[in-house]
């Protein structure tokens, strides 16, 4: 059971976006708009995060309805509600982690894009400037590296929160 959850969980999503993301750059090659491929990624991105919010708590349902069997009729229901509040816990912090990482990266992709070629035309303009223009480019990649913290953050609080 513990493989097909693996599996499900990991390498199911994983192969899913990459696909997705193959069938996005033959669209666009063979001259599709671009804004199409865009929202075709957003549009998948949605469906892995809706698959990996899903599946957990299904599986731990389940997982727990399994165990609850073995136990007392008078246990059985309050514990499979409350292994399925904290399954659901798992996967709404799992989402959120997904979420704050995401967005973060996209942001400071974004500040790089259009910081990283002002900063050189200002180094080719002013060679002093260099210093000036890098900061800049490292406050957009500081973006990223805060989604980042805030994502390791959030998985302490899951820990937390399953007591492990």
């Known amino acids: ?29 063979r001259g599709v708009d671009k804004k199409v491929a865009v929202f075709s990624q957003i549009g998948s991105a949605v469906c892995v995060m809706f698959m990996c919010f899903l599946i957990p708590g299904v599986c731990k349902i389940h997982e727990a309805a399994e165990v609850t069997n073995s136990e007392s009729k008078v246990e059985t229901a309050e514990s499979a509600e409350i292994k399925s509040a904290s399954s659901m816990g798992f996967a709404i912090g799992l989402v959120a982690a997904a979420v704050v990482t995401g967005l973060s990266g996209i942001g400071g992709g ?16 002013d060679p002093k400037a260099f210093g000036k223009s890098l ?16 994502s390791i953050m959030i998985f302490s609080k899951i820990d937390q929160l399953l007591g492990v």
Do not use: D, R, W
């Not at 990991?10 to 666009?28: G, M, N, Q, R, Y």
């Not at 974004?110 to 303009?125: F, G, H, L, M, N």
């Open 135 to 150: 900061i800049f480019v490292a406050l957009g990649e500081g973006i990223a590296l805060y989604g980042l913290l805030v």
């Open 1 to 29: 059971m513990m493989n097909l959850i693996l599996i499900m969980c990991c390498i199911v999503p994983a192969l899913f976006v990459l696909l997705t993301t193959l069938v996005a750059i033959k669209a666009v090659k």
């Open 110 to 125: 974004i500040a790089v894009a259009s910081a990283a070629p002002a900063a050189i035309a200002a180094t080719s303009e």
